[in-house]
Structures are given as structure tokens and as C-alpha cells.
């Protein structure tokens, strides 16, 4: 089957780092995706990655190991309104994305 | 641009009742999807249509029709409603299902059947 792995909570201080990983085991792979969902919101993009290897957006970077089936996605000078879910999707042989459950990052003052 | 709007925002739906879930996009993309989202588990695909005139189904069909009719307009049937279709419903779109395209998710719709 296919499966996405992601830790269900993480919390971390306002102004620090956060990594947030992501694994995964699905029938072909035609790229991952992040996307942030605020609480009773929906889903915003945030990131893609085909190649291996780490692209930079601003405070946000997201890594793609596809040898590994790995993935993660780095927070830096973590804000408040960084306090969201964050979701890793894989997008399979057939170009449907496969969603993970979901990070919910808690930032602390 | 409203980008994708779905309606209506919550329902609450008998058992048994007929329920369609609309949603409208004016991004011109030609690929749509619906998903629902329950707690502790990932989105999971319903049905999606890559340009109008097709449809296809995603992991959950059982229960869901959809029709596209045009590319704009998505629409989401639950002919007979059951209480384990109560979630939070998205649709999205994007400019196709390949490539670095993203999905855009409209603001989502909250349906309790009881």
C-alpha cells in the first residue's frame, strides 16, 4: 500500500528552527509536495520538490531525498502565525497526490 | 478573483437525505478534485476530473458522485447520506495533474450527518 509518515505533533519557541520530516512508500513518484492548513482553513502551498536536494523559499526550505523516501521541511525565525499544520503529499504513478496526515507545529512565546 | 468557492460552508444533513456540494472555480484550470479530511488521517481523493467532460474516482468513491458539465463548476452528489460521511469536504483545482501544478483548495465544506 501506500503510506506517508509524518509526527502527529511538534512544539517549538518562537524564533528558533523547526525540521519537520516526512516519509514515504508510494507506487511511483512524480514529485512532494507541503502545504500549510491554519485550523479551519484550508490548505496553502508552500512547496515542491522533484529532484533531490533543498529549495530555499524565504523563511522555508523543504529537502527531497528520493533514494530514501524522505523529505523534510525547515521553519526558520518561527513566527506565531507559523502555528498551522503542516501536510507532505507525494504525487504517485498515476499523478494522484497521496496526503500525510498532518504536523500540527505549536510555536511557544 | 474569487479563485474556488464552495457552498455551503457547513450542512447538516438528515440520514438518508440527498446532498450536493457545490464548488466553482474561475481559474480556467482544467483539473478538479474533491477531498475529504478527517481527524488523524490524511486528505483522501473522492473523485477528480483531469478537464471537463471526464471524471475519474480517487481512494473513497463509494457513496459520491460527481458531473463536469463545464470547467468551471465540480459538483459533489451523496445520494443517500450516512453518518460516516460526515467530514470536512475540499475541493481544488489546479492547471493540470502533472509538473510542479499545485492543487488550490477552496475554503472547504462542513457536513454532520446524523
Known amino acids: 500500500g501506500q503510506n506517508i509518515d509524518q509526527p502527529t505533533e511538534m512544539t517549538a519557541t518562537e524564533g528558533a528552527i523547526v525540521q519537520i520530516n516526512c516519509t514515504y512508500q508510494?507506487?511511483?513518484?512524480?514529485?512532494l509536495f507541503w502545504y500549510q492548513q491554519h485550523a479551519g482553513e484550508a490548505p496553502t502551498f508552500l512547496s515542491y520538490n522533484v529532484l533531490d536536494g533543498l529549495e530555499e523559499k524565504g523563511r522555508f526550505s523543504s529537502f527531497l531525498s528520493r533514494s530514501k523516501g524522505y523529505s523534510y521541511l525547515l521553519l526558520k525565525e518561527l513566527q506565531m502565525k507559523d502555528s498551522a499544520s503542516y501536510l507532505c503529499?507525494?504525487?504517485?504513478?498515476?499523478?494522484?497526490?497521496?496526503w500525510g496526515a498532518g504536523t500540527k507545529l505549536i510555536i511557544k512565546p | 478573483i474569487a479563485g474556488i468557492t464552495q457552498a455551503p460552508t457547513s450542512q447538516i444533513l438528515a440520514a438518508g437525505r440527498r446532498m450536493t456540494l457545490r464548488c466553482t472555480q474561475d481559474?480556467?484550470?482544467?483539473?478538479m478534485y474533491w477531498y475529504r479530511q478527517d481527524l488523524g488521517l490524511g486528505l483522501r481523493l473522492i473523485h477528480y476530473s483531469n478537464t471537463a467532460g471526464t471524471t475519474g474516482k480517487g481512494e473513497v468513491p463509494d457513496g459520491y458522485s460527481v458531473s463536469r458539465a463545464n470547467t468551471d463548476d465540480f459538483p459533489l452528489t451523496l445520494a443517500s447520506a450516512v453518518p460516516s460521511q460526515t467530514s470536512v469536504y475540499f475541493c481544488a483545482s489546479s492547471d493540470s495533474a502533472q509538473g510542479a501544478d499545485t492543487q488550490y483548495f477552496g475554503p472547504g465544506t462542513r457536513l454532520t450527518v446524523l
Open positions: 508510494t507506487s511511483g513518484f512524480n514529485g
Open positions: 503529499a507525494v504525487r504517485d504513478s498515476n499523478y494522484q497526490l497521496i
Open positions: 481559474m480556467r484550470h482544467n483539473a
